[in-house]
């Protein structure tokens, strides 16, 4: 079965540092796609970015960026100096290559003070 | 701004009661999702349609049914709600559903809020 694990319930930091939120996901499948997604207060969701299982290749997009690690089965993000306004929850997504549903991760809420 | 809207916003009813959650997807999106976020059971998929059938379902409850509608709307209807029913309602949708082709990043509606007393 699929599963997503996000340890790390709530974090807490103060502006300008950098963050790691941790992602470790279980399948079977070799073909899978692994997303973030962001939640801000305002409660919608957000896609932050999209990854494909044969495709290990890391990611940066401005502050944020993405370690994708297969060996490990995780998929990283870090989001450096960090600001405010990434107060957030952040969830990690998981699917198959079949029927599109997403498997999500409990979430980790980022809290970044002033 | 997502391209994917929901009606209502916020919802509050009764016990036993039964309500209709409304979604546009974003123009020329096939693939409609539905999930619900509550704090117990964190975000979890309910049921999948794509271009008017469905395609997938998650643990979704009988009391729950969906349907997609031939301009790609598609509504949720909760009937005989509970207690246990009051959570954040999402919907989704993706460009494509292609099997053995992958297909594309989801993109989420607002949310209906739904509480019931």
């Known amino acids: 079965a699929q599963k997503v694990t996000q340890a790390q319930t709530e974090i807490s930091v103060v502006e300008k540092e950098d963050v790691t939120l941790d992602c470790v996901y279980e399948?079977?499948?070799?073909?899978?796609?692994l997303f973030w997604y962001k939640q801000p207060p305002s409660g919608e969701l957000v896609f932050l970015i999209r990854?494909?299982?044969?495709?290990?290749q890391n990611e940066i997009s401005g502050r944020y960026s993405w370690n994708f690690q297969k060996s490990t089965s995780s998929f990283n993000f870090t989001i450096t100096a960090s600001q405010v306004v990434d107060s957030a929850v952040y969830f990690c997504?998981?699917?198959?290559?079949?029927?599109?549903?997403?498997?999500f991760g409990q979430g980790t809420e980022l809290s970044v003070k002033p | 701004d997502s391209g994917v809207t929901q009606t209502p916003k916020h919802l509050i009813t009764a016990t036993g009661q039964r309500v209709t959650l409304r979604c546009s997807p974003r123009?020329?999106?096939?693939?409609v999702y539905w999930y619900q976020q509550s704090l117990d059971q964190g975000l979890q998929f309910l049921i999948q349609?794509?271009?008017?059938?469905?395609?997938a379902k998650g643990n979704i409850l009988e009391r729950f049914s969906a349907q997609q509608f031939p301009d790609l709307h598609s509504e949720l209807n909760l009937s005989s709600l509970e207690l246990g029913d009051s959570a954040l309602y999402f919907c989704?949708?993706?460009?494509?559903?292609?099997?053995?082709?992958?297909?594309?990043?989801?993109?989420f509606g607002p949310g209906t809020r739904l509480t019931v007393l």
């Open positions: 989704a949708s993706s460009a494509t559903y292609l099997p053995g082709q992958g297909y594309n990043e989801q993109f």
């Open positions: 399948t079977r499948d070799t073909t899978y796609y």
């Open positions: 990854r494909n299982s044969f495709d290990e």
């Open positions: 997504a998981l699917t198959d290559n079949q029927g599109g549903k997403l498997i």
């Open positions: 123009s020329g999106d096939l693939s």
């Open positions: 349609y794509y271009n008017g059938e469905e395609r």
